[in-house]
């Protein structure tokens, strides 16, 4: 796409803060107003149409896009997203550890245990963990507790929060991120153990290391994402 306006301003607007190329406010893909809840979060959305090229692809403004998706996907089904959501709390990553070799175990061990060490604490919950990817279930009560910690987000958490558990493949690991009980390149280095483990076996390949690091970006952005959500 090539660039067509000049600058981007950020203006109060109802409900939030709105942005506005050359003095149009931007509009969601459904064409609903984009109106965000915090001045910071707006600011950094106009940080990124104004960085943006003279030709540009709109998949690379992240902020941007799950704005969109808080609007277009999230407000208009808070329930069906936060139940999507909650199931990966019925299989999650950290549940799941190597049977072999015993080295990467205790690596995960290492860096898994702390995080469902303070889902325990925070939700008063348990995890049942198995060595292999046979299905293991929850319990009833952690996968109810889970549920309902997401149910009380807004929308735009919702969709901050979403990459973070379906690029990670943990609900546990992306509460914490949340919460700040994590950084978001902590959480990173624990959900890429196996990976980092592989790169160490069998040497780094290209492509892989190319996918890696797009997931990393956009792991990372919507961790950003959540955090200009705080006044």
Known sequence: MKRFWKDANVAQADGGWS?????????TPERRPLVVPTEKLAEAIAGEWRAAGETFDPRQLALTGLAN???D?????PDGFTAMLARYGENDLLCY???NPRKLRERQEAGWDPLLGWARRRFDIDFA???GIVHVAQPEATVARLFHALATLDAFRLA???????IGGSLVTALAVLERSVTATEAWDSLTIDEQ??????GADAEAAQALEA??????????FLELLED
Request: no cysteine; hydrophobic share 45%.
């Open 19 to 27: 942005v506005a190329l050359d003095g149009k406010p931007l509009r």
């Open 160 to 166: 901050g929060l979403s990459p973070l558990v379906t």
């Open 97 to 99: 550890r190597a049977e």
């Open 197 to 202: 483990w592989q790169a160490e076996q069998w």
């Open 73 to 77: 996907q999230v407000q208009p089904d």
């Open 215 to 224: 997931r990393r970006r956009d792991f990372l952005a919507a961790a950003r």
């Open 69 to 71: 998706a808080a609007i």
């Open 129 to 131: 963990t198995t060595a």
